[in-house]
């Protein structure tokens, strides 16, 4: 099952995934069902989450009914639990929207919900990040995760994003990042794309993040607080929900 996932993933186009999944989802969700893990984002339990990765495949990280992955479902909680984001009436951004977010958060009607994105199917607005095309202090939420590490000018990109965000208003940037390094690496002269998904994680990425990517946000203009909240989720929860201990929320303010 790993190298059929591998295979999938390294020659089907993400777009085309995308439609695919909404296929694959029920029949895997219900040859998988158990109790052994659960997807905080629908309640449902599995004997086991599927396989994932580009390169090096993590075991029982994919859930198979929403097919979130750990950051989603950590991120997930933390709205849930410490935010007001499914009560409050609130104008959200959301950059590549994630296909076990989009149907939810476009239900909610607390909610002026606009995605956004240059490829993606689920993308109410064809836009670059590096050029939005939307008003200066316009979005009380911005939800852009796992976005900057493709975006060559990523400075320009966190500019536009905090020009776009309210006074007051709150982003959250999740991004692949290594915890051990304390800056972050690009490489432009690797070019062959197995040796770019070895170094970066995956081909299209451009970068590794290391620790300075909070003080990268923060010389923006962001007040960031670098939420580690599987501290504060109990440590057999955390194997339940299948989430990546220590990984960090970066949670940003205007």
């Given at each position: 099952?790993?190298?059929l ?51 090096t ?21 933390y ?38 994105d ?5 993308a ?131």
């Amino acid at each position: 099952m790993k190298k059929l996932f591998k295979l999938i993933l390294n020659t089907i186009p993400r777009p085309i995934l995308i439609r695919l999944s909404i296929v694959v989802r029920p029949v895997l969700a219900f040859l998988l069902k158990g109790s052994r893990f659960t997807d905080p984002i629908d309640g449902k339990s599995f004997r086991m989450f599927l396989p994932y990765g580009y390169g090096t495949q993590r075991n029982n990280v994919l859930s198979p009914s929403t097919l979130s992955l750990e950051r989603h479902r950590l991120l997930w909680l933390y709205l849930q639990n410490e935010t007001d984001f499914f009560t409050a009436p609130k104008k959200v951004l959301h950059f590549a929207p994630e296909q076990e977010f989009y149907k939810r958060f476009k239900k909610q009607s607390n909610l002026d919900y606009t995605t956004t994105d240059l490829f993606s199917p689920l993308a109410d607005v064809k836009a670059d990040i590096c050029n939005l095309p939307f008003e200066d202090n316009s979005y009380d939420i911005i939800l852009c995760n796992h976005v900057l590490e493709h975006i060559p000018d990523d400075t320009k990109a966190m500019q536009e994003l905090y020009r776009v965000l309210k006074p007051g208003g709150m982003g959250i940037f999740q991004i692949p990042q290594d915890l051990s390094r304390a800056t972050t690496f690009t490489d432009d002269s690797i070019t062959d794309p197995k040796e770019r998904a070895k170094i970066f994680g995956q081909y299209d990425h451009v970068r590794v993040y290391g620790r300075d990517y909070f003080d990268k946000l923060r010389s923006i203009g962001f007040k960031v607080d670098e939420v580690d909240y599987t501290k504060k989720i109990a440590p057999e929860l955390v194997e339940k929900y299948c989430l990546a201990k220590g990984e960090i929320i970066p949670v940003c303010y205007k």
